[in-house]
Every structure is written in structure tokens, then in C-alpha cells.
T-cell receptor, first 116, second 114 residues
Framework: AQSVTQLDSQVPVFEEAPVELRCNYSSSVSVYLFWYVQYPNQGLQLLLKYLSGSTLVKGINGFEAEFNKSQTSFHLRKPSVHISDTAEYFCAVSEWSGTSYGKLTFGQGTILTVHP | DGGITQSPKYLFRKEGQNVTLSCEQNLNHDAMYWYRQDPGQGLRLIYYSQIVNDFQKGDIAEGYSVSREKKESFPLTVTSAQKNPTAFYLC?????????????FGNGTRLTVT
């Protein structure tokens, strides 16, 4: 069965500093990977996704993530954060299988707090 | 604009009462999902439906029920059998059942049961 671990529950950072939010997954088959962002009392919004091809994926709001198959990781990065990036971030994995409906499994979330 | 509408945004109920959360989408998506969110636990799948008149249990279906009579609508009923119903509930849809298709989310309903 697939699983997702987000290694940090909270990440505080100062404005304009770089940030990395870590995500590791486990799966016995090929996977698709996603990062979502959630602002307070709202739903989740897709930041970026890895389906195939280049392992470096660029998303909205200046975020990017790198798929590392050997380390089963999909870490999210941003070179310079803004106050408006304060939110909770979720990593998710979906297994590819001919018999699977494509269940999406979410990590526990990482709360990013950007301080002025 | 296409999207998913969840209503109401906040819902308060007394213990022992059933309550129904509404979810409507105009994205013409086949698949719809209900998730429950609790602090520090991520999102957990309650029920999903890949086509009208068909739905499947997710990981935490006990105490919940759903229906899918129309493509656009996927209401969730939280029954009195759900032991800890207070949570944030998220409805989502997906263009297809494929694993590479991302979910689109509504803005959630926060249910408080006292």
C-alpha cells in the first residue's frame, strides 16, 4: 500500500529566505506525485504535479519540486518566500495500476509560517 | 466559472442528530470524493464515486453515508453513529478515475457537534 510522510509538521522561515518542505513516499508500483496548498478555512489548491518526464517540476507561485526515484522523495522548494506563502502544504501520491482507481493518499501536512 | 460548491460553510448540530453536507460541481467531472480533515492527520478518504448511481467506501466510512443520483451532486450524511463527527469536510472531484488526474476541491464545511 502507498504511504506519504511529510517530515516536518511546522516550518518557520523569514521573508525572502529559501524554503524546502520535505516529502517521502513508499509504493511498490509507479506513482504520480502532487503538492497542494491550503489557506485557512479553504479547500486545497494544486501547486504542481509530477506525472512523467523531467524530474524537476515547476508550479504556481514560484514553487518547484524535484522527483527523486532512488530516494522516493518529492521535496518542494521556493528560493524566496513571501508572507503570502504562509499556509499548510500537502504532499500526495497516486499509484498507477491497471486495476486501481487511482486513489490519492495525502501526507499529514506541513504548516509553513513566513515571518517578516 | 467552473468549480465545486460546498454548503454550508459552517454547521452546528447537537449530538445524536444526522446532518447532510452538500457538494455540487459544474466541472462535468465523473469522479467525486469526500475527505475528512483533522489537525495533524492530513486528509482521510470517506467515500468516493466514479460514476452516477455508484459509490465505494473509503478508509473511514463508518458512520457516514452518501448518494450519487446526479453527476453534479454528491451529498454526505454524517449519522449519529459517527463517534467523533466534529471536523472539516472537503469535497473533491476529478475529471477521470485515472491516477494522473489531479483533484479539484471545494472550500469545505466545518461541522461542529456538541
Amino acid at each position: 500500500a502507498q504511504s506519504v510522510t511529510q517530515l516536518d509538521s511546522q516550518v518557520p522561515v523569514f521573508e525572502e529566505a529559501p524554503v524546502e518542505l520535505r516529502c517521502n513516499y513508499s509504493s511498490s508500483v509507479s506513482v504520480y506525485l502532487f503538492w497542494y496548498v491550503q489557506y485557512p478555512n479553504q479547500g486545497l489548491q494544486l501547486l504542481l504535479k509530477y506525472l512523467s518526464g523531467s524530474t524537476l517540476v515547476k508550479g504556481i507561485n514560484g514553487f518547484e519540486a524535484e522527483f527523486n526515484k532512488s530516494q522516493t522523495s518529492f521535496h518542494l522548494r521556493k528560493p524566496s518566500v513571501h508572507i503570502s506563502d504562509t499556509a499548510e502544504y500537502f504532499c500526495a501520491v497516486s499509484e498507477w495500476s491497471g486495476t486501481s482507481y487511482g486513489k490519492l493518499t495525502f501526507g499529514q501536512g506541513t504548516i509553513l509560517t513566513v515571518h517578516p | 466559472d467552473g468549480g465545486i460548491t460546498q454548503s454550508p460553510k459552517y454547521l452546528f448540530r447537537k449530538e445524536g442528530q444526522n446532518v447532510t453536507l452538500s457538494c455540487e460541481q459544474n466541472l462535468n467531472h465523473d469522479a467525486m470524493y469526500w475527505y475528512r480533515q483533522d489537525p495533524g492527520q492530513g486528509l482521510r478518504l470517506i467515500y468516493y464515486s466514479q460514476i452516477v448511481n455508484d459509490f465505494q467506501k473509503g478508509d473511514i466510512a463508518e458512520g457516514y453515508s452518501v448518494s450519487r443520483e446526479k453527476k453534479e451532486s454528491f451529498p454526505l450524511t454524517v449519522t449519529s453513529a459517527q463517534k467523533n463527527p466534529t471536523a472539516f469536510y472537503l469535497c473533491a472531484s476529478r475529471e477521470s478515475r485515472g491516477a494522473n488526474s489531479p483533484l479539484h476541491f471545494g472550500n469545505g464545511t466545518r461541522l461542529t457537534v456538541t
